[in-house]
């Protein structure tokens, strides 16, 4: 997760773009950007809890670098570095430490003026509290040690001056170091984008992945291990987005999203679920002002499990709602004033499966 979005208060420090002699001699195109981050916050439910959640301060540093440049005309280079820990002003030592790094290296290059095509190798790495309940029985939230990587193909074909085609693939492998769960991964995708005009662009996208697990097992349609069996993952769904600037000058933006995808456990079904989601997003900026709202609302239904006691019992289903506000406002040239807010809530038919969770905060960012 990389604690992307956190309520926080926040002091950054953004050394800019600069160039340096080594690379001017090669591109004069090469440009660094550098920040480091300082942040506290607060959570009402550090570990998603529908019962007894438990709540605390933390604070939070981190750093970034992000490179960007020409090896040669047509041919493009980015490189992108992230880390940071957590740490939870609480007594169990379970949930107090939490951190994460990333890295993200990307090669394109575009032989024609319509056509590029792009390398992708990530790795990760993520120690924080994880819900891992999709491939259980029951519900799992615990502190979870885990790194992985990545390697991926892209490319991107402008059809027409309105219309563009994007087609990728990648490789994925994830490897638990404190519990089962490694597994390997292959996602596929397809991606069309229509200018319809210069303030409405539209889009549809196409995603398959398919998930192998190493050692977790397939299970019974009444939620037992099926032992010397393993528990392999085939999804798939679409979604359609609309993406509306509201003013002549980009300052206002609204984008919608909506989709629905699928889950099959290529065993009995117990993992089998439909989901369908609907998404908003609207972006202001005015003056000294900057202002992102989004919210997000999935219903999933599950083909196999059941809700509830009886002879009879109704399926399982659950509605998720995750909404979002940041506000930032300029007081000088380097210095703003941040306000952030968080929600995420889970309810359905299994009372394990409820919960509330918030995250807010105010604060500083300094930029030079």
């Not at 992108?80 to 290296?105: I, T």
Request: charged share 20%.
């Amino acid at each position: 997760m990389l604690f992307i979005g956190a309520a926080c208060l926040t002091l950054a420090v953004a050394r800019g773009e600069r160039e340096t002699a080594s690379m001017v001699e090669t591109s004069p195109a090469w440009q660094v950007t550098e920040t480091a981050q300082f942040t506290a916050g607060y959570s009402d439910n550090l570990m998603l809890s529908p019962f007894a959640p438990l709540a605390g301060a933390f604070g939070e540093a981190g750093a970034e670098a992000l490179l960007l440049g020409s090896i040669r005309p047509g041919w493009e280079l980015s490189a992108f570095v992230q880390g940071n820990h957590r740490h939870y002003q609480h007594p169990d030592p379970e949930v107090r430490d939490e951190s994460g790094w990333f890295s993200r290296l990307e090669s394109r290059w575009q032989p024609q003026q319509r056509l590029s095509l792009s390398l992708v190798l990530a790795a990760f790495g993520e120690n924080s509290i994880s819900d891992l309940s999709e491939t259980e029985a029951s519900r799992l939230v615990i502190p979870a040690r885990l790194r992985g990587g990545s390697a991926g193909l892209s490319t991107r074909l402008d059809l027409s001056a309105r219309v563009a085609l994007r087609l990728s693939a990648r490789r994925m492998r994830t490897d638990y170091l404190n519990l089962s769960g490694d597994h390997d991964g292959l996602e596929q995708r397809a991606q069309v984008e229509w200018l319809v005009s210069p303030r409405l662009t539209a889009g549809v996208e196409w995603k398959e992945l398919r998930r192998d697990y190493a050692d977790r097992p397939q299970y019974t349609a009444g939620g037992r291990p099926l032992n010397g069996t393993r528990l392999s993952f085939w999804r798939a769904g679409g979604e359609a987005s609309l993406t509306l600037q509201l003013d002549t000058d980009g300052r206002q933006r609204l984008t919608l999203t909506a989709g629905e995808s699928m889950n099959r456990d290529r065993s009995s079904g117990y993992f089998n679920v439909n989901q369908r989601h609907a998404g908003l997003r609207f972006h202001w900026s005015a003056g000294r002002w900057d202002v992102t709202c989004e919210g997000l609302l999935r219903q999933e239904n599950y083909s196999v499990q059941t809700g509830g006691t009886g002879i009879a019992p109704p399926l399982r289903h659950s509605r998720q709602l995750q909404a979002g506000l940041h506000a930032e406002r300029m007081l000088t040239r380097h210095w703003s004033v941040i306000a952030t807010v968080d929600h995420d809530h889970d309810r359905g038919n299994l009372a394990e499966f409820t919960y509330a969770a918030n995250t807010a905060g105010i604060g500083l960012k300094c930029t030079f």
